[in-house]
T-cell receptor, first 114, second 114 residues
Framework: GAVVSQHPSRVICKSGTSVKIECRSLDFQATTMFWYRQFPKQSLMLMATSNEGSKATYEQGVEKDKFLINHASLTLSTLTVTSAHPEDSSFYIC??????????FGPGTRLLVL | GENVEQHPSTLSVQEGDSAVIKCTYSDSASNYFPWYKQELGKGPQLIID?????GEKKDQRIAVTLNKTAKHFSLHITETQPEDSAVYFCAASLPRNTGNQFYFGTGTSLTVIP
């Protein structure tokens, strides 16, 4: 199957700092990428839909100024957690859509805010 | 919108036995149904998918069946092995003007006992 990478795989930061997570589709172009957040033993919670060249669409309850998403090219989307706080600690997963519907996930980024 | 329900939430089977996970969806317009396997600390991995014009699909020990009339689809794993232990998520994809929207089940934690 197609490969999606995420970087970094884990990050520890101090409260108040910003953290950028990169999501890349390595062997295909993705017009659409999704960003999810996952709490322990729970399902995937969609945060936003990222379309190349346009503004991201955020789900209800997700602060767009807190979670900045940029989809500058067909192979790269970034999520920046601004002014991170301990409650932002979580597992963040991106996915990229190949063609119209096949969604491939990245390996995830574990964020710990101290 | 779409609502996807998944059962059971946990499942334990003896090695070599079969495992079945069932999902239902509510919107008859959903036309694509992927299944993902997520191991601890990793991103979900696409293991099999089925489109609405097909009733069954098989890939070695894994099979998926779809009943469009009843709006349910199931994952079947035969001859289970300990490495099949993971959390499995079903999903339904609903076409939208802005692109396909994915709706995930709540996950099934499968344990294969050696």
């Amino acid at each position: 199957g197609a490969v999606v990478s995420q970087h970094p795989s884990r990050v520890i930061c101090k409260s108040g700092t910003s953290v950028k997570i990169e999501c890349r589709s390595l062997d295909f172009q993705a017009t659409t990428m999704f960003w999810y957040r996952q709490f322990p033993k729970q399902s995937l919670m969609l945060m936003a839909t990222s379309n190349e060249g346009s503004k991201a669409t955020y789900e209800q309850g997700v602060e767009k100024d807190k979670f900045l998403i940029n989809h500058a090219s067909l192979t790269l989307s970034t999520l920046t957690v601004t002014s991170a706080h301990p409650e932002d600690s979580s597992f963040y997963i991106c996915s990229a859509v190949q063609g119209q519907e096949t969604q491939y996930f990245g390996p995830g980024t574990r964020l710990l805010v101290l | 919108g779409e609502n996807v329900e998944q059962h059971p939430s946990t499942l334990s089977v003896q090695e070599g036995d079969s495992a079945v996970i069932k999902c239902t969806y509510s919107d008859s317009a959903s036309n694509y149904f992927p299944w993902y396997k997520q191991e601890l600390g990793k991103g979900p991995q696409l293991i099999i998918d089925i489109r609405s014009n097909v009733g069954e699909k098989k890939d070695q020990r894994i099979a998926v069946t779809l009943n469009k009339t009843a709006k349910h689809f199931s994952l079947h794993i035969t001859e289970t092995q300990p490495e099949d232990s993971a959390v499995y998520f079903c999903a339904a994809s609903l076409p939208r003007n802005t692109g396909n929207q994915f709706y995930f089940g709540t996950g099934t934690s499968l344990t294969v006992i050696p």
